[in-house]
């Protein structure tokens, strides 16, 4: 039986019976090996289901001293598996920066100080942050983003941080704040390619786009930053930034957008004699939020990320080529848990009604950017080798259709009190949600070394 049949049965009304073989329902530790690959084993699971610092879970959430739940709990150990497996697909001319938007939980960015070689930020908070927590790293530090404030512009350029331009009229902008400032600004140019990265789930090059700088256009700015003397002698070009798109398990796909990213690079440095020293060639590297989905085969891009090193090297001797991972290095190592209030049937359905929703979690509800909304792994902290032989449906605490947490999803038969805990929920979590949304509590988050 095929996965996707194993998962629908999960599902079926067998509820409670103890099934064998490849009809039996999944458990939530298969559930979570199955989503998590390598980072699984990050997690500890024993008999008394998930397992934090040596206690269950539910435990260890009741000694907090923020609410149990709702909750983030951050794993450092599966953030560290994580750059390990990247790590050993990267050669060593290619580096790896983490974009601190998909998690910007001051502990998380802490523990990857120390792990990658530089951040990307995407506002003056991040840049902060990195400023407080990470202070060598603020030269490999760069910010992106197309309506950067005048406050943005003086940090990074007070700070040294690598500013990615997005527009020509931003080139204007931080060039005039750097003269007020009397230093120079370090700025890549921002690319929106002629292409997209195919398979991305959100897509942010190609065709039209609010982000970056056509790149027809870009010869030409080159050479006004060569020619005009303000620009000149207010800025430092360093090179370029790409990134076209988020959430790719398409390995294929990533490798040819990197090689036509190269290729577009070295036609301008061609044309334009400009030698790069930075080439920033983007994130998205997709995690998997079903068991049936296909991981993304990193070890098939080990042999194009050496190539593009080499290329790159051979293009422009020391120039420094950075990837940008963001969800891929921190999905893994969040769980979002959240406690049964109520077991409810509505002609026919049983609900179980959840304190925590989509005002902390908005791509759970399917209402960040999805544009059909897919079940996420969800497992029972306290039950993890229950088979999830019931299927309901779980919903949030806000007054709109809108919070939805699963639909018809499998889970152990839960009872008010029993807690769930949401699988690969570590990026675009927290930060990436409406938690003014009526007004309801902050979700605790915490972070646990592993
Ligand atoms: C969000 C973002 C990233 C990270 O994307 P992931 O899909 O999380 O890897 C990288 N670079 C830029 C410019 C971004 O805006």
């Known amino acids: 039986m095929s996965k996707e049949n194993l998962s629908k049965e999960a599902g079926s009304k067998e509820a409670g019976s103890k099934e064998t073989g490849s009809m039996a329902p999944i458990t939530g530790r298969q559930l979570l090996a199955e989503t998590l690959g390598g ?21 260890w959430l009741n000694h907090q001293a923020q609410p149990a739940t709702p909750a983030y709990i951050y794993n450092g150990a599966a953030i560290s598996a994580q750059v390990q497996a990247v790590r050993a697909v990267l050669p060593g001319t290619i580096h790896l920066h983490y974009a601190i938007k998909a998690n910007p939980f001051p502990p998380v960015i802490s523990h990857l100080a120390t792990q990658v070689d530089g951040f990307d930020c995407a506002s003056l908070a991040e840049m902060q942050r990195v400023a407080e927590l990470a202070p060598a790293r603020l030269a490999q530090t760069s910010i992106a983003g197309p309506a950067k404030s005048a406050d943005e512009h003086r940090f990074a350029i007070s ?3 690598l500013i990615n331009i997005e527009s020509a009229g931003e080139l204007q902008r931080v060039a005039d704040v750097a003269q007020s400032l009397g230093k120079r600004a370090r700025v890549a140019l921002r690319v929106n390619p002629p292409f997209e990265l195919k398979g991305a789930g959100m897509k942010m090059g190609g065709g039209a786009r609010p982000f970056g700088i056509d790149s027809e256009a870009i010869p030409a700015l080159i050479e006004r930053i060569r020619t005009d003397a303000t620009l000149r002698d207010h800025l430092a070009l360093e090179g370029f930034h790409l990134f076209a798109g988020s959430q790719n398990r398409q390995a294929e796909a990533i490798a040819a957008t990197l090689r036509q990213s190269l290729i577009l690079v070295q036609d301008w440095t061609r044309q334009t004699g400009f030698m790069p020293r930075h080439l920033n060639l983007g994130g998205g590297f997709g995690v998997v939020y079903q068991p049936q989905d296909a991981p993304l085969d990193l070890a098939a891009l080990k042999p194009v990320l050496a190539e593009i090193g080499a290329d790159a090297q051979q293009a422009w001797t020391g120039v420094r080529v950075n990837l ?3 969800r891929y290095l921190v999905a893994a190592a969040g769980i979002y848990v959240t406690r049964i209030v109520d077991r ?5 359905k049983i609900y179980l009604m959840c304190d925590g929703g989509m005002h902390h979690h908005l791509a759970l509800s399917g209402n960040l950017g999805q544009v059909l909304r ?7 902290i306290a039950q993890m080798d229950e088979p999830h032989s019931e299927t309901v449906d ?11 947490l699963g639909q018809n999803q499998a889970l152990p038969i839960l009872q008010p009190g029993d807690v769930v805990g949401v699988l690969q929920s570590g990026a675009y979590g927290a930060s990436a949600s409406p938690q003014g949304f009526l007004s309801r509590p902050a979700p605790g988050e915490y972070f646990v070394p592993g």
Request: aromatic residues 4%.
């Open 39 to 59: 980072a699984a084993a990050a997690w500890q699971i024993d008999d008394r289901g998930l397992c934090l610092a040596g206690e269950s879970a539910v435990d």
């Open 159 to 161: 700070h040294g941080v």
């Open 324 to 326: 940008e991972l963001g």
């Open 344 to 348: 409810k049937t509505s002609r026919g």
């Open 374 to 380: 897919r079940n996420w792994p969800i497992v029972a």
């Open 394 to 404: 779980l919903a949030g605490p806000l007054c709109t259709p809108l919070d939805v």
